[in-house]
């Protein structure tokens, strides 16, 4: 191919394949050069506002789509993605939406604990790292993964993937929707959200009015207290509708199997999973494993839909 312009009147799509590009082979110069004149290079012709409107008429279809969801996952941590995974695969049927405060998924699963990059997970929890397709050191009663990022890139892309799933990160859950019936009981029936740094800001920004999502069933894996960790536990304490505890010192053998068996619906319409049931439950804390988180999330997708079904 001589220029390496690529205009509206080529139609063959630009391949690499031939040209061995991406073995590392000395012909990569050659290789690249078959395909981009570098000297010459151009990309197609673009109107900044295309991109604009590229980003925003999605987004704000999917605002629309998702206005109304079947099941909400608030934290897009080890447990919030792995219930996803779970949930969007058995059940195609459903519209999920993640909502995540920060920009990046992941929570504290980019790193297997301090700095260090290997990620620990007990036995059983290599099933579902099968099931996931990534490669692993076996050590009998626990796996090692190269690296938690490998893990949580993997799973995010294929939750990301999934036609009924849309996750809104940079976007905080900051308050709770709540139904009350003649009775007198409360459930929870969707969650109230806004940008983040907007929530950050709250005081000292004059006010914004958030938006919301309605949801049958809200899941959250907010992780361990922190400024916005553990939220919906701490939000239904708050209004006194749960009592609070604070998560317990640190016990790995106890702390996972307390996390998993202990995935539940913690109030009518909201079910918990991962280290935010610590604060529910004052389990211990496990460290740096990430077992449970995954479990936690498998065990919440099977809770969810008992609830979304009833
Ligand atoms: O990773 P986390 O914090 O939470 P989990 O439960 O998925 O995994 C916990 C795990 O990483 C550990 O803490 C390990 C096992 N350590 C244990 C120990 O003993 O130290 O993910 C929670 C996600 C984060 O990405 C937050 O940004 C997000 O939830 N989040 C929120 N997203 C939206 N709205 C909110 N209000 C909110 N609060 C937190």
Known sequence: ?????????QNAPLSLQG????NG????????????????FEFAPIRESEVSRAMTSRYFKDLDKYAESDIVIVGAGSAGLSCAYVLATARPDLKIAIIEA???????????GQLFSAMVLRKPADEFIKELGIDYDDEGNFIVIKHAALFITTLSSKVLAL???????ATCVEDLITRTAASGDVNVAGVVTNWTLVSM???????????????????????HDGPMG?????????QGLLKRNRMGC??????????????????PGLVCAGMELSECDSSNRMGPTFGAMVLSGVHAAEVALKVYER
């Not at 082979?25 to 010459?40: E, G, H, K, Q, R």
């Not at 036609?163 to 990160?169: A, E, G, T």
């Not at 640190?250 to 539940?264: F, H, K, P, S, W």
């Open 1 to 9: 191919m001589g220029s390496s312009t690529i205009t509206e009147t």
């Open 19 to 22: 040209a061995n590009i991406f």
């Open 25 to 40: 082979d000395s012909s990569l110069a050659n290789a690249t050069n078959a395909v981009f004149d570098w000297p010459s």
């Open 102 to 112: 920060n920009v990046a998924v992941g929570g504290g699963c980019f790193l297997g």
């Open 163 to 169: 036609p009924n799933v849309k996750l809104f990160n």
């Open 201 to 223: 800001h709250h005081d000292d920004q004059s006010c914004m009015d958030p938006n919301t999502i309605n949801a049958k069933v809200v899941i959250s894996c907010t992780g």
């Open 230 to 238: 553990a939220f919906c536990v701490k939000r239904l304490a708050a």
């Open 250 to 267: 640190l016990d790995m053998n106890r702390a996972e199997d307390a996390i998993v068996r202990g995935t539940r619906e913690v109030f």
